[in-house]
């Protein structure tokens, strides 16, 4: 059936009403959604949710393989640390970083911090990567002096709150059992968990349920797993 929306329409939507345009089956919608909520794709938000929903959501899997690496993320590190040696860089742990230094609008290197290895040193660069977050590596880092009051005011608006992606590590002598496993043993064997439910109206009551204006705990716990 041919769909009565827009481009400019489909980005003023969510990723429940934008699915809601597209598929019947609550099945379809439900997996679309999970898939674009660990994207961060939050379905609840507008335009991002919708193209969370309608192109992650239904795109990866199908048509875009999702893969794990053969050892898990622990041994990607370690492999990706020994390329980078083996091609003759220097990697340089315990060296956080204070400033970045700039020039012109350009980044050209890094002062590393009091708590650094190496206290105070000044490194230069053609290019400077950061992969912390957007406040404390332009707000911090480079400064609101070197930013312009717009782009600051934009920084200062930025919430964590909503959506945070963190991650537990655990030293175990061997791997968890799950009581749920009694269930579906295909648990034991998960790669990443996340949440699920019949309808897409109980994925939007759980959303907002866990958004920063309400933070009230679910009543039912909905989850899934690969």
Known sequence: AKVNCSGEKFMRLNGYEALDLLFESEYVKTTAHAVAW??????????????????????LGPFIPS????????????????????????VM???PVKT???DNG?????????????????????????????????LEMIGEDKLGPDMAGRLKKFSYDEQNIFTVHFALSGLPR?????YDEGIQRAFIGYMGGDT???????????????????DDIICNYF
């Not at 009091?114 to 957007?134: C, L, Q």
């Open 38 to 59: 660990i994207g961060a794709f939050n379905p609840l938000q507008k335009q991002i949710g919708a193209m969370g929903s309608a192109l992650i959501g239904t795109l």
């Open 178 to 182: 799950f009581k749920s496993a009694d």
């Open 200 to 218: 897409s109206a109980e994925l939007m009551r759980f959303g907002r349920n866990i958004a920063p204006d309400r933070r009230r705990i679910h």
């Open 100 to 102: 970045i230094i700039t």
């Open 93 to 95: 742990p315990n060296c």
């Open 106 to 138: 350009k980044a050209g290197g890094v002062i590393l911090s009091d708590r650094a290895i190496y206290p105070g040193e000044t490194i230069t660069a053609k290019k400077v990567v950061s992969n912390v977050t957007a406040i404390p590596t332009f």
């Open 67 to 90: 893969v794990v690496v053969k050892g898990g993320s622990h041994e990607l590190t370690h492999v990706l640390v020994q390329a980078c040696l083996d091609n003759g860089v220097t």
